[in-house]
């Protein structure tokens, strides 16, 4: 089983790069299923009705997400109306919308996402191991392959969890920091890591955010408007070869498709 999973997606330029780039990705690559970061995809900070609609038609098959999830108010009204929209599991009880899902494919193999929320630099949450126990629990009796998505500041924390779930799932795949990670492997028990996946936006930026206001706000400490960038698009994310009958990973390879024009 080959999945695909695409790192933060930023604002207009980074749907635009989905959009053009994925179909032709897909079918070079077999592609059987596709998972993308989402909470950066309106203007860079949270995502819209909308823009969920436009992602999933763009043939992703699970949308995730960590803490930008809620910068558009709205997102409240509508985020339990998509199966396939996570946020973080490891909300407390009684927060809007689910942080898993098992999905079936094409060929009627099933596959589980799980998404996570780091606590090092990052909100104070319920714990993401804990957590993460108990969703795998619930996951592993209707899929043997379950990525996990980790939202999370901390590359420490990020491998402390990718060992704590090593063989337990296929993937634990770091996302937040918009910076493609050179540490991908398979660990010692078969579960596929990489500390972060990259981003899918504007790469003359940093980190999809205009240059200049980025600088300005270093240079003076006053906040400021952010704005998402233009140029040098890119999409970045992870190629996974996965058992799918156990459920251990074969191979990661992080890869970069950069946008013509």
């Known amino acids: 089983m080959k999945i695909l999973f695409i790192g933060d997606i930023v604002g207009k330029p980074g749907r635009r790069a989905v959009r053009e780039l994925l179909p032709s990705i897909m079918s070079e690559n077999g592609i059987d299923c596709v998972i993308a970061n989402c909470e950066n995809a309106a203007a860079g900070f949270g995502v819209t009705r909308d823009i969920v609609d436009e992602l999933l038609q763009s043939r992703i098959d699970v949308l995730t997400s960590g803490n930008h999830i809620w910068d558009k108010k709205e997102v409240m009204d509508f985020i339990g109306d998509y199966k396939t929209l996570l946020r973080p599991a490891n909300y407390p009880s009684g927060t809007p919308g689910q942080g898993s899902i098992v999905i079936p494919l094409h ?15 990052m909100q104070s949450l319920d714990c993401p191991f804990r957590v993460a126990e108990r969703e795998i629990e619930k996951i592993k009796s209707k899929a043997a392959v379950i990525i996990v998505d980790f939202h999370a500041e901390a ?107």
């Open 155 to 261: 590359t420490s924390e990020k491998k402390t969890i990718g060992w704590f779930l090593d063989g337990r799932v296929s993937a634990v795949l770091g996302t937040h920091t918009h910076v493609q990670t050179a540490d991908e492997e398979i660990l010692a028990r078969g579960t596929a890591f990489i500390s972060d996946a990259g981003m899918t936006g504007p790469f003359d930026s940093v980190i999809g955010i205009r240059k200049e206001e980025i600088l300005e706000r270093f240079l003076t400490q006053v906040p400021n408007k952010f704005d998402v960038a233009k140029g040098d698009v890119r999409l970045q994310g992870v190629i996974l070869d996965v058992d799918g009958e156990s459920g251990k990973s074969r191979a990661i390879e992080r890869k970069t498709w950069r946008l013509a024009g």
């Open 107 to 121: 060929d009627g193999s099933k596959v589980g996402v799980l998404n996570l929320s780091g606590r090092v630099f």
